[in-house]
């Protein structure tokens, strides 16, 4: 399990790490897949239910954060992007340069243009694709996964993925749904640069969504 001594220099190697792929570019957003809070995190938010609400009936509510999960990971994080110039931003309009929450489901409801949650998580392919014979779930999960990299490819252009030439094990595309999640996260940057997408909670904790048209 990692500690919050594992990610403390992470912030900064992150930054670095950007700033030499952009060429010169500034580096003003960064978008996190982790629940993220001004305060100590101990128990749901005002941000998960906003989320749940606004999105439960299309099967992208939260899981309710505790004080373990993400525990002080969350806020080595948000710590060590602060040193970095990176505030936590939980409102419009957006202060630069920020680091915000975002969370792919909801994301990927307009992303996809589709109005039910999108199934590719590798965890859950026995429960997502209980009627699918096993031998089968592999081929399931690369076309739910293909798809939405069709769709990030669209938006956000040069994304590549490395897809496998032959069946492997369900485990082996966990590092492809990493990365899809991380494209999605950055888009999720983009409308906000954008201006279309708006923060869902209050001053502590906000959860930054697209707006759907």
């Not at 749940?52 to 999960?69: I, Q, V």
């Amino acid at each position: 399990m990692p500690t919050p001594e594992n990610f403390a220099d992470l912030p900064s190697a992150l930054v670095n790490a950007a700033k030499k792929f952009l060429g010169g570019a500034e580096l003003v957003l960064v978008a996190a897949d982790i629940p993220l809070a001004k305060s100590a995190i101990t128990k749901r938010r005002a941000a998960d239910d906003l989320v749940s609400r606004k999105f439960g009936a299309a099967g992208c509510s939260t899981h309710s954060p505790t004080a373990n999960r993400p525990g002080p990971i969350s806020a080595t994080l948000r710590d060590g992007f602060a040193a970095n110039g990176f505030s936590l931003a939980v409102s419009n309009p957006i202060a630069l340069p920020a680091i915000v929450e975002t969370y792919p489901h909801p994301a990927l409801l307009t992303l996809m243009g589709v109005e039910r949650r999108v199934p590719y998580k590798i965890s859950k392919a026995s429960r997502l694709w209980r009627d699918i014979p096993p031998s089968d779930r592999w081929l399931k999960a690369v076309g739910q996964l293909s798809s939405i990299a069709g769709e990030l490819d669209r938006v956000i252009k040069g994304s590549q993925f490395i897809w496998p030439t032959t069946q492997v094990s369900m485990a082996s595309l966990k590092p492809l749904e990493d990365q899809i999640d991380a494209l999605v996260c950055a888009w999720v940057g983009i409308q906000i640069l954008n201006g279309a997408a708006e923060p869902l909670g209050n001053e502590d904790a906000a959860v930054w969504v697209p707006q759907r048209h």
